[in-house]
């Protein structure tokens, strides 16, 4: 199986910061490397497919980037409602795996 | 705008099976190009891919969970289901059903909480 190690694994920042989570994978992915956001008693929300390709209706503060197998989601000026947990998913090979995950709280 | 919906037992004693029904809705289960996925989240594993099935019928499974995890799909209800055999408290878990893709897993169900309980 694929890992993917997320880092941090906590995150304290204030609104209007920029942050940037990363995704290292333990082998190529092809760039098949998803981002998700979830909140407390909600699904993930897809935010970004095939590392860099934002999802439609996602605010354009998200991006996302990639160097090798490292990957990494930044969140530019956080907002309020950007207070969650993100977590990354490989799609190159079966099974698929995720991070485990990235909380974002408030300063 | 395609919505997914599971249901099925909340509480299930260790050993039994823990069945779970995806109700799909905005689409149908039988448009090409995508697979229908089973992802759980616990505290202790995180987000683990249970497996997925496609429309025609054509299944892979999670390997660590394979030899209990049955899928199925009812075209007619445009529906998809789970059943996971032999359940111990480490089943204990949010269960998502979601439809998948090459790149992405969107959009996801709610989730449904299943406990493992004498």
């Known amino acids: 199986d694929i890992q993917l190690t997320q880092s941090p694994s906590f995150l304290s920042a204030s609104v209007g910061d920029t942050v940037t989570i990363t995704c290292r994978a333990s082998?190529?992915?092809?760039?098949?490397l998803a981002w998700y956001q979830q909140k407390p008693g909600k699904a993930p929300k897809l935010l970004i497919y095939t590392a860099l390709t934002l999802q439609s209706g996602v605010p354009s503060r998200f991006s996302g980037g990639e160097s090798g197998t490292d990957f990494t989601l930044t969140i530019s000026s956080l907002q309020p409602e950007d207070f969650a947990t993100y977590y990354c998913?490989?799609?190159?090979?079966?099974?698929?795996?995720f991070g485990g995950g990235t909380k974002v709280e408030i300063k | 705008q395609l919505q997914l919906q599971e249901s099925g037992s909340g509480l299930v004693k260790p050993s039994e099976t823990l069945s779970l029904t995806c109700a799909v809705s905005?689409?149908?289960?039988?448009?090409?190009?995508?697979?229908w996925s089973w992802i759980r989240q616990s505290p202790g594993k995180g987000l683990e891919w249970i497996g997925y099935i496609y429309h025609s019928g054509g299944i892979y499974y999670n390997p660590s969970l394979k030899s209990r995890v049955t899928l199925s799909v009812d075209r007619s209800k445009n529906q998809f289901s789970l059943k996971l055999s032999s359940v111990t408290a480490a089943d204990t878990a949010v269960y998502y059903c979601?439809?998948?893709?090459?790149?992405?897993?969107?959009?996801w169900g709610q989730g449904t909480l299943v406990t493992v309980s004498s």
């Open positions: 979601a439809r998948s893709s090459r790149i992405s897993v969107d959009p």
């Open positions: 998913q490989q799609l190159n090979s079966y099974p698929l795996t």
């Open positions: 905005g689409d149908s289960i039988s448009s090409g190009g995508y697979s």
């Open positions: 082998q190529g992915i092809a760039g098949y």
